[in-house]
């Protein structure tokens, strides 16, 4: 019987794990390996770790992790939980069971995408959804932001911070005259013209037959659980700005007790330090419910 079952092992998951091993609990940690930065070859903004290898950043940490004794890893999927507080089962793809006392997700977000050929192989690389991760490295240069969803129109105000943008609006958003007078006021040009494809590093191919070429394009991706688990086990989710999230207290306990849920997959907006710092916080406060344990 595990203390706490942790289900992903990226930042929140470890920097979770890594509180209640230092407190002596059993911890297992279940984890798939599809780390949601896993396409980007340099991570920004994690203070110490500015422009590392987001790989390197997680090896690092698993090797701090591997020293604690009380700490199992699991290379895995969970694909069900079952039980109630204090009694916990988790079964892997495996067929692999698991009891614990609690169970922590911190399993991230998926990036929904829009349909346009060139942007799946180009994300992370020169296509990009948060410009205080990659807006710095473009130089100042011509910056497309392409409409996907309301926060768009947010996007496209935004990043003239980091360069000189063109907004391009391919159907999906019609602008009206405030939109157009406020993104007027920002230096923003609009492109109304759809999108064929992305090409060479981040060349916009419009209907038109116009090509314009940019440093770096920036989508305001959807984003939803990338596992199915949380909903499966009843826990309610809620939506956010930039998708849907799983709802929790503030000591990140979810609606069903001892579920707790950590990491960009319970909170907005995303990155490495916030996912961190919340796992740091779902630890702690995990630790606390097992100390103080009412069930
Ligand atoms: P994730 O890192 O997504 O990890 C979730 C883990 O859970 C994965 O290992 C997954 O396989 C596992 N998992 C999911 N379901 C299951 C299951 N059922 N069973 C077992 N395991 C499971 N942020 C920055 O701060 N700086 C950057 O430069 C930066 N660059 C980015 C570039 C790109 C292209 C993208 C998409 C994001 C970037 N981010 C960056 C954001 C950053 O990746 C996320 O904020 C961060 O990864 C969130 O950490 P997490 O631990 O919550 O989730
Ligand atoms: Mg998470």
């Known amino acids: 019987m595990h203390d706490v079952i942790v289900i992903g092992g990226s930042y929140a998951g470890m920097a979770a794990a890594l509180q209640l091993a230092r407190a002596r609990r059993k911890v297992l940690v279940i984890d798939a390996g599809h780390r949601r930065n896993r396409f980007a070859s340099h991570s920004h903004g994690f203070l110490g770790q500015d422009g590392v290898d987001p790989a390197r950043i997680w090896a690092d940490a698993r090797a701090q992790l591997d020293v604690y004794p009380t700490l199992h890893w699991v290379e895995g999927n969970a694909n069900a939980i079952s039980g109630r507080k204090g009694q916990f089962e988790v079964l892997t793809t495996r067929n ?3 009891s614990g006392q609690r169970v922590l997700l911190a399993t991230g977000v998926s990036d929904q995408l829009p349909d346009i050929a060139g942007l799946h192989e180009r994300w992370g690389v ?11 490295e473009l130089d100042q240069g011509h910056i497309g932001v392409i409409a996907s969803a309301p926060m768009s129109m947010h996007q496209a105000q935004l ?9 391009l609006t391919n159907n999906v958003l019609t602008l009206d005259a405030a939109q157009r007078s406020d993104l007027g006021r920002r230096g923003v040009t609009i492109e ?21 070429s940019f440093a770096g394009l920036f989508i305001a991706t959807r984003t939803t659980p990338a596992s199915p688990l949380a909903e499966a086990a009843g826990c309610t989710l809620t939506e956010s700005p930039m998708g849907t999230q799983i709802m929790t207290s503030e000591s990140k306990e979810t609606s069903i007790p001892g579920i707790f849920a950590c990491g960009d997959v319970a909170r907005a907006p995303h990155s490495v330090s916030l996912a961190v710092g919340d796992g740091a916080w779902a630890g702690a406060q995990l630790h606390r419910s097992l100390v103080w344990a009412d069930g």
């Not at 020169?126 to 710095?136: A, I, K, M, N, R």
């Not at 990043?159 to 907004?167: D, I, M, S």
């Not at 109304?192 to 090509?211: F, H, P, Y």
């Open 96 to 98: 692999e069971e698991f």
């Open 126 to 136: 020169s296509v990009f959804h948060c410009p205080y991760c990659h807006g710095f």
């Open 159 to 167: 990043l003239p911070e980091w360069g000189k943008v063109t907004f």
């Open 192 to 212: 109304e013209t759809q999108i064929m494809q992305v090409t060479g590093n981040a060349d916009v191919e419009l209907r038109d037959g116009r090509c314009l």
